[in-house]
């Protein structure tokens, strides 16, 4: 599986955008770009998912960079419930629904 | 709907006793997973089942675990005997087939389990 990296921790404030940084280098051309957050002491949900073009939902926006070795995903007005660990996660297309976590991104939203 | 459904949420449990969970998924979810998470890390899957066949389990330390899903519904994990470092929130989850188009996975809440 392709490897994503991103920063243990990140910080904002209630009520201000967030945008959450993942590497992916070594991505292929049948990678998808996931994103599950996992709330405190609650499973992982899913969040947002792209190939190659932005992609908006209700919970985040999804930025991935022309060359798609890094992707940005964007919280557009964070709010206290948004503190989580962000997974972001590469899937192969051909592996079906399968997913393999990294350690995530622990966003801390502070009043 | 009810989402993903674990029990119990918490147990407590002394080293080389036994163990065991289980999970109802998602009505008409034919994909269920068993996953184990340490402290501080991301999911690692232990077992995924098409229905009631286990298609992947190269993870599953297989001298101390066992899961069944007898009928293509609700599924249980087993350890016996359990160690110390077998502390860890184990999740269920559970999604439509993946035949072609993403499925998202949908998590249950975890057990999390304590070995003295």
């Known amino acids: 599986d392709a490897k994503t990296t991103q920063p243990n921790s990140m910080e904002s404030n209630e009520e201000e955008p967030v945008h959450l940084p993942c590497n992916h280098s070594t991505i292929s051309g049948t990678d998808y770009i996931h994103w599950y957050r996992q709330l405190p002491s609650q499973g992982p949900e899913y969040v947002i998912h792209g190939l190659t073009s932005n992609v908006n939902n209700r919970m985040a926006s999804l930025a991935i960079a022309e060359d798609r070795k890094s992707s940005t995903l964007i919280l557009h007005r964070a709010t206290l419930r948004d503190a989580a660990v962000y997974y972001c996660?590469?899937?192969?297309?051909?592996?079906?629904?399968?997913?393999?976590f990294g350690g995530g991104t622990r966003l801390m939203v502070k009043p | 709907e009810a989402g993903v459904v674990q029990s119990p949420r918490y147990k407590i449990i002394e080293k080389k006793q036994p163990v065991a969970f289980w999970c109802n998924p998602i009505s008409g979810h034919n994909t269920l997973y068993w996953y184990l998470q340490n402290l501080g890390q991301g999911p690692e899957l232990l077992i995924r089942y098409e229905n009631e066949e286990a298609v992947d389990d190269s993870q599953l330390p297989k001298d101390r675990f066992s899961a069944e899903r007898l009928k293509g519904v609700d599924s249980t994990l087993k350890i016996q005997p359990a160690e110390l470092g077998d502390s860890a929130v184990y999740l269920c989850?559970?999604?439509?087939?993946?035949?072609?188009?993403?499925?998202?996975?949908?998590f249950g809440p975890g057990t999390r389990l304590t070995v003295l």
């Open positions: 989850a559970s999604s439509l087939a993946g035949t072609g188009v993403y499925n998202e996975q949908f």
């Open positions: 996660i590469l899937r192969d297309d051909g592996a079906g629904n399968m997913l393999t």
